[in-house]
Each structure stands twice: as C-alpha cells, then as structure tokens.
C-alpha cells in the first residue's frame, strides 16, 4: 500500500510538473502544426554541389542562355547542408526542392534564350531520377538525415504537363497529351484544357480513356533492365485501386511511389489550377494511404505524428480572397481537393504595409473564412518577376515581417542571405542564382548591413517562431502602438505558449508592456538578444543594442 500511495504521489507530483512547464511558455517538446510551418525552397540545382562527379557538361555547341542551364546543385548537396546543421540553425521545419525525376535530355528556346531543364519542372520520365541531380541511394539518404534532424522532406508534383519536344525528346503520344491550345485564361477551359507555353505537351488529365504506354518509355526501361518490375507494379497498381489506365493514373501511381520508396513527408504541387480538381483529391487519397502504410513500417524514421501535407500552386490565388479560386465562370475551393495549404500571392504585397496591418488581416482571415486551413507566405520565388524588395535594400525588413505573420512562412533560398534577384539574365532566369555562399564566407557588405548580419536576423526569427508556435498560429493582439508592441497566444491540447514581440523600440535600455501575458516576478527571455529581465508592474525593462524584442518565458 504505501509504495502505491508513493507511486501515485510521485505521478501527481509529475503531472503537476508538467502542467506548470506548458502554463510557463518552457519549449520543451513543442508541438508541430503544418498551418504554421517555417518551409524552406530551395532549386536543387542552384543551392549547394554536393557531388561534382555528376555536373553536366555543356556541349560548346549548344551552350545554355546566362543561368539557363545546369550549374552543379544536386541531393547531396542539400544533405551535406543539413548535416552541416544549415537548415536547423535557421528554424526551418521542412525543406522543399524542385523535382529531381528524369528531366528533357535536350534544350529549347522559349524566347528568353537557349534553356535546359535545370529547373526539374520539364519531366521526361517520371520513374527515374534525373543522375545530374543524384541517384536514389542519395535521395533516400537525404530523407533519413533531415528526419533525424526534425526537417520534413517536400518534393514538387508535376503531373499538368511533360517536358518540351526537342531534337533529343520524343513527344508522348497524342492519347497522353494535347499540344493546343494555349491558354487565354478567361474561363476554366482556357485555363485547363489547354497549354500553358508553346511546346509544353499537356497531358490529357482529362480523358476517360484507357492508354497503352509510350515506345520509347518501354524500351528505355527494357534497356534499364527494369521493364518486368514496372510493369509488375503498374499491373498491382491499377488492381488494386481499380484506376482506369488512364494518362493522369499513371502518373498519379508514379507520383506515390516517391512516398512509398523515399518515405517524403509531403507534396508542393505544381500548377494546380492548370489541372482537373479531381486529380489532386485522387493523389491525395493515394499518398495519405503509401504514408501511413510507409510509417507502419518504419516508424523509428518519424520524429511526430504530424500526417501527410499538400500545399498547391494556384497561381494568383490570393488569401485575402477566402477559400475560393474564381476562374470568371466558375470557382472552386481547392482546399476541400486534398490541400492543406495554399501559396499565397498576396504577402509579397502586403509586406509593403505596416506591421500592425499585416498581422490583423491574417489574424482575421486564418480565424475566419480559412479557419482550419492555412496560407504559405513568401517574399520571392523562383517564377515571380515582382517579388518583395527585389534589389534587397530591405532583407532585415522582409525577415521581419515573413516570420512574424501568421500561417506558414516559405523562405527561397538567399532570402536568409540577400541573394541577389537581378543577376543579368533574362525572364526568371533572373531570380534563379548559384545561391551565394562565398558571401557568407566573405561577409559581403552592402549598404546598411553585412551578409552575416542579415543571416543571423533570420536565424533569430526562425528561431523564435519555431520554439513558440504562437507566432504563426495565435491569436494576435495589439498591446500598444507606441512603441509598436503586441503578443500571441496559442493553445494545442494541454500546450499553452505566449509571446510578446516589439518592433521599432529604442535601442539601449527599453521598457516592454507585457501585462496579462507574463504574471510578475515571472522571468522573461529576449530570445533576439539573449537579455534575461522579470516582469515587475506588468513590465519588463530590458537594455539591448537592438530595435525589436522576442520575449518567451526564459
């Protein structure tokens, strides 16, 4: 009776313990949420050369336009970064990169000069992986070391169209894809059913019909000697979801195996609106279903629970505009087809606002009309000609207002870095540079900061937002305008987490209205600066060379 009565004693004991860590904002085991993930993008060719054995050479004859042609990144690459603690240093909870399958042998000219498809987005064969990216081996390695490392892996899924035709690159056969016409964007069938380029084979994601697979797919397998395995899988694919072999099916099985091979924990799907809405409640259905079986099977591999995530691309899909994408005839929620996120094409605007504006709108929108559901914001991408602060004169600014606001943050690659969007080059070429490492070697100076000033900005934000989920997923409220102060609270189960951040304050010794968020004598942690204070009168006074406070309880 009485090692019971201890033992019962011990587990009230614990349990109060708890309960006063969660109550205390203390970041220990802070839950993961997807609504509020720190997603970091990066192009697989122009972050990091892992592995120089697989650069392509340019043939002299046929050289590729300024920065339209492969430059060296590859897989192992991103995995060298991770291991080198990049990624973690920088709060990131998830990486995405640009598709690594089997991309156009050849190169076209798009108007914008001699290209190649550096980008992944020009796909030739889905089933393989392209080796100037890497093999499989290095792929599966790069999953297993950032889930040991809490990063989640998201890939890009291609299945709107192929790869270009070119002197090296057979065109799929007319029952796969359509080449006309193109796209006027004035209805859902110009925007669908169509091509979004010249020369960019749209697969037929509509069609009802049954296809045979391409020739030249079944000898490049059989030259493989892979030809018996895939279509032994292809055959238990379509028994066992009882899919018609339709051209969209195929590729939906091809798009899944990536799940049930590489165990990734997401998609970034690519050209949503340019493609049937049923496609992407298909694929979903079919990788949540490849994920859960992977997880049964490796659950050592996973650091949480958190389920399988899609986030889409509808272009000009803006979250001011609620759930609804409006095609002019029709609209369509893409959020009830299997996506959890959609990027939105509305921040980069609005990071020219105010803070305070900023964060009241996706305060109202993330707890109204997209309550449930969540945006990813982004200042720059790599297809976006008008990206926020271009010339980077303001990278601590964008820093800033990217992490600060609510919903999920995408930083490209050089945001952290003040890489440069404007390299000569013509298109989005120009917003797709070697992503620029010696400058943090060097330190790199600019007017008004230095390279590694603007680096560590970024990681003290991420930091921040990764240890108090509250930034990205509480409610906000203002607390004074002057000096610009307010908080966040965020709840999930039995986790409390409070934060009060100040933007534009004096800099030297400094007094923060924290009242009916941190009790008195409660010890509060600037996690900008590192300074330590106790709330005394409803405020902390703290004395830091910096302009802006991220307080958590220390």
Not at 75 to 89: L, N, R, V, W
Request: aromatic content about 12%.
């Amino acid at each position: 009776m009485k090692i019971r009565f201890l033992l019962l004693t011990y587990l009230l004991m614990l349990f109060s313990c708890t309960s006063e860590k969660a109550d205390q904002n203390i970041p220990i085991d802070v839950p993961f949420s997807w609504s509020g993930a720190t997603i970091y993008f990066l192009m697989t060719d122009r972050f990091y050369d892992g592995d120089p054995q697989n650069n392509f050479q340019h043939d002299a004859a046929n050289p590729p336009a300024a920065y339209r042609g492969f430059m060296g990144g590859d897989i192992k690459g991103i995995t060298d970064k991770i291991k080198e603690g990049y990624f973690t240093k920088l709060g990131v909870d998830a990486i995405w990169f640009t598709p690594v399958v089997e991309q156009i042998k050849g190169s076209v000219d798009e108007g914008t000069g001699n290209s190649f498809a550096f980008h992944g987005y020009w796909t030739r064969d889905w089933t393989a992986l392209d080796q100037r990216f890497g093999t499989a081996e290095e792929l599966r390695e790069l999953v297993k070391v950032a889930h040991q490392n809490d990063l989640k892996i998201l890939i890009d899924a291609v299945a709107n169209h192929t790869g270009p035709v070119t002197e090296m690159d057979s065109q799929w056969p007319d029952d796969w894809v359509k080449t006309g016409p193109r796209c006027s964007y004035t209805d859902a069938k110009t925007t669908i059913d169509c091509t979004l380029v010249e020369n960019l084979p749209d697969i037929k994601t509509e069609s009802d019909k049954e296809v045979e697979l391409p020739l030249f797919l079944l000898e490049k397998w059989k030259n493989e000697g892979r030809y018996e395995q895939e279509i032994t899988e292809l055959d238990q694919w379509f028994e066992t979801t009882g899919y018609k072999r339709t051209p969209v099916n195929y590729i939906l099985k091809w798009l899944v195996d990536f799940i049930k091979e590489y165990g990734i924990d997401g998609y970034r799907v690519d050209t949503v609106k340019h493609t049937e809405a049923f496609v992407w409640s298909d694929l979903y259905r079919a990788a949540v279903e490849a994920f859960e079986s992977y997880k049964d099977e490796h659950p050592e591999e996973f650091p949480d629970d958190a389920p399988f995530y899609m986030v889409g691309e509808v272009y000009n899909y803006y979250a001011s505009g609620g759930r609804e994408f409006d095609y002019g005839d029709q609209k369509v929620d893409f959020f009830d087809h299997g996506f959890h996120s959609l990027i939105n094409f509305d921040f980069k605007t609005d990071a020219t606002r105010e803070y305070e504006e900023i964060f009241v709108k996706y305060d109202t929108l993330l707890n109204g009309p997209l309550e449930g559901k969540s945006v990813v914001n982004y200042i720059s991408s790599h297809d976006d000609g008008a990206p926020f602060d271009k010339e980077r004169k303001m990278p601590l600014e964008a820093g800033t207002k990217l992490m600060l606001t609510q919903g999920s943050a995408q930083i490209y690659y050089g945001d952290e870095t003040a890489r440069r969007l404007n390299v000569k080059a013509d298109g989005d070429a120009v917003l797709r540079s070697p992503m620029n490492w010696q400058a943090i070697s060097s330190n790199d100076s600019k007017v008004g900061y230095t390279t590694k000033d603007v680096l560590e900005h970024w990681r003290k934000l991420g930091q921040f937002r990764k240890s108090n989920p509250a930034i990205a997923n509480g409610k906000h409220q203002l607390i004074s305008s002057d000096p610009y102060v307010f908080k966040r609270e965020w709840t999930s189960g039995d986790y409390t987490n409070k934060v009060v951040v100040g933007l534009g304050l004096e800099k030297g010794q400094k007094e923060i209205n924290v009242a009916n968020t941190f009790g008195n004598g409660v010890a509060i942690i600037d996690q900008y600066s590192g300074k330590t204070g106790k709330v005394s009168n409803g405020k902390v006074i703290l004395d830091t060379p910096f302009d802006l406070v991220l307080l958590s309880i220390n």
